[in-house]
């Protein structure tokens, strides 16, 4: 039985690449009986008598699987987040990380409209970017007006899959035009007056860009902590993880427990305040959340 993997999912759909044949197929009734959808991803097995009538009987094991957006088996994130328009935004930007690092998918911060900066404007971003260096991430700056940085990304981009996320209207279009300029992907100015994209990409699908494969995904402008425990949220901030180690107690929440690093070292600035206040906004929020059933 045939093998290949999901590109692209709509209206029902899903389109699964085989080698260079594209294979339009849809679900078995199964699935659904077993609340299992085929995600853009996805490896299966599927059986097709032509390239327009075909359906996935098997999907194979995923490594890993995001919910908004709905994708399996990515191997990076590519966070984008704009520098201005809308506004940079490090509570937003630790939501993601702490969604990504949650499913151990490997995070690349790339901050885009640096173009729009006046002086003071990079200077602040320049010192988050090196607050995100010193935790260990990659981070870029980016503008599609300029190109400036789109050299830097393709080396992250080449022989992997990887997903691009972020806000409506923080550029991932235009960012992914200059990356290759044949995709014409359409892109709208943000609206002033919603503050917020105009354009949203309305499904997932994986494209080819240099040989990699990125998907370009919905829009969205809040992220809630539905799949994460309490105990598991310092894990997803690698330097709290780092010095969790030290504390004098094992399971310590880094809040009121005595003789924490965690504490300490935001004390010494050798973590920043920010991230910590992040963590003790999150773990409110998960302790906050209604109980599932």
Same mark, same amino acid.
């Given at each position: 039985m045939p093998e290949g993997k999901i590109i692209k999912a709509l209206s029902g759909f899903y389109y699964v690449m085989d080698g260079e044949q594209i294979i339009q197929c849809r679900g078995r009734g199964v699935f659904r009986k077993q609340k299992v959808s085929p995600l853009v991803g996805d490896m299966v097995n599927f059986q097709a008598e032509n390239p327009t009538d075909g359906y996935i009987m098997e999907i194979k094991e995923r490594k890993n699987e995001l919910v908004r957006p709905p994708i399996a088996n990515v191997d990076q994130a590519i966070l984008v987040f704009s520098a201005v328009e809308p506004?940079?935004?490090?509570? %937003? %930007?630790? $939501?993601?990380?702490?969604?990504? &690092?949650?499913? *151990?998918?490997?995070?690349?911060?790339?901050?885009?409209?640096?173009?729009? %900066?006046?002086?003071?404007? %990079?200077?602040?971003? &320049?010192?988050?970017?090196? /607050?995100?260096?010193?935790?260990?991430y990659e981070v870029i700056l980016t503008s599609s007006i300029e190109e400036t940085g789109i050299t830097d990304l393709m080396p992250f981009i080449n022989? !992997?899959?990887?997903?691009?996320?972020?806000?409506?209207?923080?550029?991932? *279009?235009?960012?992914?035009?200059?990356?290759?300029?044949?995709?014409?992907? !359409?892109?709208?100015?943000?609206?002033? /007056?919603?503050?917020?994209? !105009?354009?949203?990409? $309305?499904?997932? &699908?994986?494209?080819?860009?240099?040989?990699?494969l990125i998907a370009d995904t919905p829009g969205f402008s809040s992220l809630e902590f539905t799949e994460l425990e309490a105990v598991e949220l310092s894990d997803c901030f690698p330097e709290m993880r780092e010095k969790s180690a030290e504390c004098k107690f094992r399971g310590c929440m880094h809040v009121k427990e005595p003789k924490c690093a965690v504490k300490e070292a935001v004390q010494s600035g050798a973590i920043e305040s920010y991230r910590y206040d992040h963590y003790l906004q999150f773990l409110e929020e998960i302790k906050d959340r209604k109980p599932r059933y």
């Amino acid at each position: 039985m045939p093998e290949g993997k999901i590109i692209k999912a709509l209206s029902g759909f899903y389109y699964v690449m085989d080698g260079e044949q594209i294979i339009q197929c849809r679900g078995r009734g199964v699935f659904r009986k077993q609340k299992v959808s085929p995600l853009v991803g996805d490896m299966v097995n599927f059986q097709a008598e032509n390239p327009t009538d075909g359906y996935i009987m098997e999907i194979k094991e995923r490594k890993n699987e995001l919910v908004r957006p709905p994708i399996a088996n990515v191997d990076q994130a590519i966070l984008v987040f704009s520098a201005v328009e809308p506004d940079f935004s490090p509570g %937003l %930007l630790d $939501r993601f990380l702490v969604l990504v &690092e949650s499913k *151990s998918i490997a995070p690349i911060i790339c901050i885009s409209k640096v173009d729009l %900066l006046d002086a003071p404007g %990079l200077a602040n971003i &320049e010192k988050y970017a090196e /607050h995100y260096r010193m935790i260990g991430y990659e981070v870029i700056l980016t503008s599609s007006i300029e190109e400036t940085g789109i050299t830097d990304l393709m080396p992250f981009i080449n022989g !992997k899959t990887s997903v691009f996320a972020g806000q409506s209207g923080v550029g991932k *279009s235009s960012l992914l035009n200059a990356l290759d300029p044949e995709l014409n992907i !359409k892109t709208n100015e943000i609206s002033s /007056h919603l503050g917020r994209g !105009k354009h949203t990409t $309305r499904h997932v &699908e994986l494209i080819n860009i240099g040989d990699g494969l990125i998907a370009d995904t919905p829009g969205f402008s809040s992220l809630e902590f539905t799949e994460l425990e309490a105990v598991e949220l310092s894990d997803c901030f690698p330097e709290m993880r780092e010095k969790s180690a030290e504390c004098k107690f094992r399971g310590c929440m880094h809040v009121k427990e005595p003789k924490c690093a965690v504490k300490e070292a935001v004390q010494s600035g050798a973590i920043e305040s920010y991230r910590y206040d992040h963590y003790l906004q999150f773990l409110e929020e998960i302790k906050d959340r209604k109980p599932r059933y």
